[in-house]
């Protein structure tokens, strides 16, 4: 739990970070989180991403894609909502949730930093 608790702190850190969770998409449960507050719910934010994991993986399957996601990205008008799928074997089935505010961050470098603090998880 260590690596997880230090992986959500390292998120928090990244410039305009409002929230993170690490969350499990196929039971919707968050396994940790850091940040939200009253503005941002990251409860109902894990369980309403994990269907918008589900609906993506569910499409590239329709269509016969033979391929991964890297990171969904939802652009509302004051916030970034990053999704990042953590690809290690351990972490088969759980996704990074990051909110940020648009204003405050630099999203080519969020995502970057997103994906290196995911290469380095191990649960």
């Not at 702190?9 to 939200?36: C, F, N, R």
């Not at 074997?89 to 603090?117: C, D, E, P, V």
């Amino acid at each position: 739990m260590a690596q997880l608790e230090i992986a959500l702190k390292e998120a928090m850190e990244i410039t305009g970070a409002v929230g993170v969770a690490i969350v499990d998409y196929d039971s919707g449960m968050m396994l940790g989180s850091s940040g939200g507050g009253p503005q941002l719910d990251l409860e109902v934010a894990a369980a309403g991403n994990t269907e918008v994991v589900r609906a993506k993986m569910a499409t590239m399957r329709q269509l016969g894609l033979d391929d991964t996601i890297e990171d969904i990205l939802i652009t509302l008008g004051t916030q970034y909502h990053l999704i990042r799928l953590v690809t290690s074997n351990k972490g088969t089935g759980l996704f990074f949730y990051l909110a940020l505010s648009k204003s405050q961050s630099n999203l080519a470098m969020a995502r970057r930093q997103l994906a290196a603090i995911e290469a380095e998880l191990t649960l």
